[in-house]
Structure formats: structure tokens, C-alpha cells
């Protein structure tokens, strides 16, 4: 799992596919309009551990990184305009932390939810609509 090895004085540094993973989705969380990460159950959640890089995948080799992120939107953000601004900021925090040159960062949106109690509708033919919106992959 240390694909990637620098050279230093005295030594090497490693880097962990799970340290990027990590760094992306952080940086992915610090993009408002990212509800949460997806990717599903995680089997650390069985002990009561959040597992930080929930939701993505990464590939490294020959110094480079290639970064899937499985996100939940908040409800009436621009998906496109959000995606460009994760996408920018998970490729800057990355490189700027490992050095790794960031060949793709792939978002894949699993859902969507409403930001606050405000969002959800109040009438009684709108409950059914409060609910996040999940999108279904059909092949």
C-alpha cells in the first residue's frame, strides 16, 4: 500500500493510498454545498470509528494520483459549478500535501439532501419530497 516512495536526507518518506484518500476528503468537505461524503457502509462504523476516507478511491503510480470521490450534495446547488470547485480544491490540497501530481479527480454524486429543516416543504403533499433525493444507477 506504498506505491509511492520520496527520497530524503537520512531516509524515504511513503505514502499510503489511505493518507490521500484522506487528504480528499477533507479537502472535498471544505467545499460548501458537499453535503457528505457517500460511498456507503463502512465496516470501521461497526466499532463506532468514522472512517475518514469514506466515499473514495485512489489510484497512484509513477508520481501521479487519480481520485474518485463518492459525494451527497446539499438540495439546489449547481452540480457542474460544484463539482469544478471540488475538483480544483481536492487537486490543489493533494499535490500541495504529497507532492503526487493529480492526473484526474472524478466526482460521483450518490444523492442529494436538503441543507436545513428550513428546505423541507411544510405541506402535507410535499412529505413524500423532504425526503433526500437518492439517484438510482439503472444499467
Known amino acids: 500500500m506504498f506505491p509511492e516512495e520520496h527520497f530524503i536526507e537520512g531516509g524515504s518518506v511513503r505514502i499510503n493510498n489511505e493518507v490521500v484518500a484522506i487528504i480528499s476528503a477533507i479537502a472535498a468537505n471544505e467545499v460548501e454545498g458537499i453535503a457528505r461524503m457517500g460511498g456507503g457502509f463502512s465496516f470501521s462504523e461497526v466499532f463506532g470509528k468514522k472512517a475518514m476516507n469514506k466515499g473514495v478511491r485512489v489510484e497512484i503510480g509513477q508520481g501521479e ?3 474518485d ?16 470547485q471540488v475538483q480544483q480544491n481536492v487537486k490543489r490540497q493533494v499535490e500541495a500535501m504529497t507532492g503526487l501530481q493529480v492526473v484526474e479527480v472524478n466526482m460521483i454524486v ?3 439532501q436538503y441543507r436545513s429543516e428550513k428546505d423541507v416543504p411544510s405541506t402535507p403533499e410535499a412529505a413524500d419530497a423532504s425526503k433526500p433525493y437518492e439517484f438510482k444507477n439503472y444499467r
Open 65 to 67: 494520483a487519480a481520485i
Open 69 to 84: 470521490l463518492y459525494v451527497v450534495v446539499e438540495y439546489g446547488r449547481n452540480i457542474p459549478e460544484l463539482a469544478a
Open 110 to 112: 450518490e444523492g442529494v
